[in-house]
């Protein structure tokens, strides 16, 4: 599956077009990754934990939209955009959308 | 006496969130102008592709960045929310959250042998209670040799 965030794809013509896909998650924070984060709420910095939370939470997301695409018979996914929310307190929802497209 | 006890916890969290939080800051700062540097012969833009031509390739990369600001920062912020106006401690961590993402995603995109990287988004998003995710996604492009 080839995605892309223009309305293109580079050296192949789109021959059909299947409309928005979609695919979103949506994750408790609280899962074991708070142990540390307390601490550096004190000296402050990155908080590898939940980098690496949100990350799979996204490829998770972005799974889901492609399989969604693969279900229509795309094999591309054009103009992909992703958008997290706060949810309720401790859920964070991230949500991957595009447009399904089949290329040559 | 449990009031003193309080205090002189509250004091020593202080401290440490000011040396240790400024510390890091200014270490991460540096870390990020040198890789800054180091990358910058990758371009990113940010406009509207319409002609894909001059490109073969292409791939969607991201990078991001989970952060959080200091004791010390936090509680200065707390106090300056009371008289409004600017927060110049958060200023400086979005900054440097951000730019974070867009090195991780321009690392992302080198890893893969890209040149260019297209209609780059940068989002934020507040992680309640926990700190801001920093998120960059782009088009990664090879161009047409």
Known sequence: MIMTTVEAVPDKKIVAHFGIVTGSTVRSKHFGRDIFAGLKNIIGGELKGYTELMEETRDEATERMVAQATKLGANAIIGVRYATSDVAPGAAEVFAYGTAVKVE | ?145
Do not use: C
Request: positive net charge; without cysteine; glycine residues 6%.
């Open chain 2, 1 to 145: 006496m449990e009031a003193v006890v309080q205090l002189i916890v509250f004091a020593i969290l202080l401290i440490i969130g000011f040396f240790f939080g400024s510390n890091r800051e200014k270490k991460h700062f540096k870390s990020i102008l040198e890789r800054q540097k180091k990358y910058a012969h990758i371009a990113t833009r940010t406009d509207k592709i319409r002609d894909v031509s001059p490109y073969t390739e292409a791939m969607l990369v991201s990078g991001s960045v989970v952060i959080a600001s200091d004791y010390f920062k936090n509680f200065l912020a707390s106090i300056k929310n009371i008289f409004g106006g600017r927060l110049n401690s958060y200023e400086s961590l979005m900054d440097r959250g951000r730019r974070e993402s867009m090195i991780r995603m321009k690392e992302a995109a080198i890893k893969w042998g890209a040149d260019e990287i297209l209609e780059v988004r940068i989002e934020s998003s507040a992680l309640d209670a926990i700190g801001i995710e920093m998120l960059a996604y782009g088009t990664a492009v090879k161009r047409r040799k």
